[in-house]
Nanobody, 119 residues
Framework: QVQLVESGGGLVQAGGSLRLSCVASGSTRSINVMGWFRQAPGKQRELVAA???????YYGDPGKGRFTISRDNAKNTVYLQTDNLKPEDTGAYYC?????????????WGQGTQVTVSS
């Protein structure tokens, strides 16, 4: 089993930045891909970015251009640097971990951290 705990969300003005963190615990050696998803009110959850153990990253449409994903395998932590935030970036951001190599299939989920961007 793997447990994921996100942090770093909050209220920020448009144009600001936040750095989200997700710490994994438990059977972390089995993790390959770690990803960030977001869900805005009334919308489906969407993939923001994901990164494999070796560092290869993938960005979904929400994450292209303004967000950067990184991970520290020694600390079992994945980060999402979010810059130039816009009100449409508001939502719950979830960390996920996958045992396989796909960027789209995940086995474990965190509880989420809220990001609110004011105009």
């Amino acid at each position: 089993q793997v447990q994921l705990v996100e942090s770093g969300g909050g209220l920020v003005q448009a144009g600001g930045s936040l750095r989200l963190s997700c710490v994994a615990s438990g059977s972390t050696r089995s993790i390959n891909v770690m990803g960030w998803f977001r869900q805005a009110p009334g919308k489906q959850r969407e993939l923001v970015a994901a990164i494999r153990y070796g560092g290869t990253a993938y960005y979904g449409d929400p994450g292209k251009g303004r967000f950067t994903i990184s991970r520290d395998n020694a600390k079992n932590t994945v980060y999402l640097q979010t810059d130039n935030l816009k009100p449409e970036d508001t939502g719950a951001y979830y960390c996920a971990a996958a045992l396989g190599a796909s960027y789209w299939v995940y086995d474990y989920w965190g509880q989420g951290t809220q990001v609110t961007v004011s105009s």
